[in-house]
């Protein structure tokens, strides 16, 4: 009999500016060493320091800590394949479906291909102005 699919649940990131350490740790469930390490590891992970040293995780650092934890211990990606997994995803250009055009959707050759009136209109504008400086 199969294993009803377990859901995974992300825990509820307090409406805060700035987290220390031993918050973003009891929230990811992991040790503050394992986030110190992790800093080394993921270049897109380094939390401010405040005036005594104390480590400062903003709500995305502590989102991102939250997603390698998935990565590493869910999904059984080793730490090479998680950095090349967030790489390759920081990589890809969100572009939005209403953002898209039909106009931009056009290749670049299709552009000169049909020049349209606007263009024949240029050509004779610049052919004139040619005349007349000559």
Do not use: C, N
């Given at each position: 009999m199969l294993e009803p699919?377990?859901?995974?649940?992300?825990?509820?990131?307090?409406?805060?500016?700035?987290?220390?350490?031993?918050?973003?740790?009891?929230?990811?469930?992991?040790?503050?060493?394992?986030?110190?390490?992790?800093?080394?590891?993921?270049?897109?992970?380094?939390?401010?320091?405040?005036?005594?040293?104390?480590?400062?995780?903003?709500?995305?650092?502590?989102?991102?800590?939250?997603?390698?934890?998935?990565?590493?211990?869910?999904?059984?990606?080793?730490?090479?394949?998680?950095?090349?997994?967030?790489?390759?995803?920081?990589?890809e250009p969100i572009v939005?479906?209403?953002?898209?055009?039909?106009?931009?959707?056009?290749?670049?050759?299709?552009?000169?291909?049909?020049?349209?009136?606007?263009?024949?209109?240029?050509?004779?504008?610049?052919?004139?102005?040619?005349?007349?400086?000559?």
């Amino acid at each position: 009999m199969l294993e009803p699919a377990i859901q995974e649940q992300r825990p509820e990131i307090p409406d805060k500016l700035y987290f220390r350490i031993g918050e973003v740790s009891r929230l990811a469930g992991i040790k503050p060493y394992v986030l110190r390490f992790w800093e080394t590891e993921f270049s897109s992970l380094g939390p401010k320091k405040s005036g005594k040293g104390h480590r400062l995780y903003r709500r995305k650092d502590v989102e991102l800590v939250l997603e390698i934890k998935r990565l590493l211990y869910d999904k059984r990606y080793t730490i090479e394949g998680a950095r090349k997994f967030l790489d390759a995803r920081t990589r890809e250009p969100i572009v939005k479906p209403s953002e898209v055009s039909s106009k931009s959707a056009r290749s670049q050759g299709d552009l000169f291909h049909d020049p349209g009136p606007a263009l024949d209109e240029i050509r004779k504008e610049l052919t004139a102005i040619l005349s007349l400086l000559r």
